[in-house]
T-cell receptor
Framework: NAGVTQTPKFQVLKTGQSMTLQCAQDMNHEYMSWYRQDPGMGLRLIHYSVGAGITDQGEVPNGYNVSRSTTEDFPLRLLSAAPSQTSVYFC??????????????FGPGTRLTVL | SQELEQSPQSLIVQEGKNLTINCTSSKTLYGLYWYKQKYGEGLIFLMMLQKGGEEKSHEKITAKLDEKKQQSSLHITASQPSHAGIYLCGADHRRAASKLTFGTGTRLQVTL
């Protein structure tokens, strides 16, 4: 299994540009999440999904869109990039369930710089 | 997040010494997850704790969750250079592993 994969690894955007961060997992996980990591602030949840066709907002959703058309893929879209979105973005997936019996598995991250 | 406090923020220890990292939650924990992050890389899962008083060990790393399920500690015995990195605790406050709240991390350096 490849686990959780993310592309690209690095990206530089200009203010106002749009782009999509790709995330895929091959573990048949129902739950997928997007986090951003900023210095001194830890990881913060942007959006999450509990299954194909179901998404919801996390702690910092403004400026980002997500969709989940398949179990495997969970892309994150930046509609109009701003310098405040400069960060490292992590995608994660897990089996789910209540209570969860497994942890989240994280991708390697995408380092985004917005000029 | 103020819901989850991690301490210390950074730690420098000599190789062979023991160390402890703490994670304190303002809410009851349904699950507490410990991760390690190498600089510039993704998160590597270490351990998950769910029951009050639970303790888990892997090699030289031991994690505990207190009886009240609001505090966890990560203890490394006889530290090695390979232990260096950032240690993050993630809290499940809502019975949903997809929505973890993370601490700000502890940066560990191990000197020779």
């Amino acid at each position: 299994n490849a686990g959780v994969t993310q592309t690209p690894k690095f990206q530089v955007l200009k203010t106002g540009q749009s782009m999509t961060l790709q995330c895929a997992q091959d573990m048949n996980h129902e739950y997928m999440s997007w986090y951003r990591q900023d210095p001194g602030m830890g990881l913060r949840l942007i959006h999450y999904s509990v299954g194909a066709g179901i998404t919801d907002q996390g702690e910092v959703p403004n400026g980002y869109n997500v969709s989940r058309s398949t179990t495997e893929d969970f892309p994150l879209r930046l509609l109009s990039a701003a310098p405040s979105q400069t960060s490292v973005y992590f995608c994660a997936s897990s089996y789910g369930g209540t209570p969860p019996t497994d942890t989240q598995y994280f991708g390697p991250g995408t380092r985004l710089t917005v000029l | 997040s103020q819901e989850l406090e991690q301490s210390p923020q950074s730690l420098i220890v000599q190789e062979g010494k023991n160390l402890t990292i703490n994670c304190t939650s303002s809410k009851t924990l349904y699950g507490l997850y410990w991760y390690k992050q190498k600089y510039g890389e993704g998160l590597i899962f270490l351990m998950m704790l769910q029951k009050g008083g639970e303790e888990k060990s892997h090699e030289k790393i031991t994690a505990k969750l207190d009886e009240k399920k609001q505090q966890s500690s990560l203890h490394i015995t006889a530290s090695q250079p390979s232990h260096a990195g950032i240690y993050l605790c993630g809290a499940d406050h809502r019975r949903a592993a997809s929505k973890l709240t993370f601490g700000t991390g502890t940066r560990l350096q191990v000197t020779l």
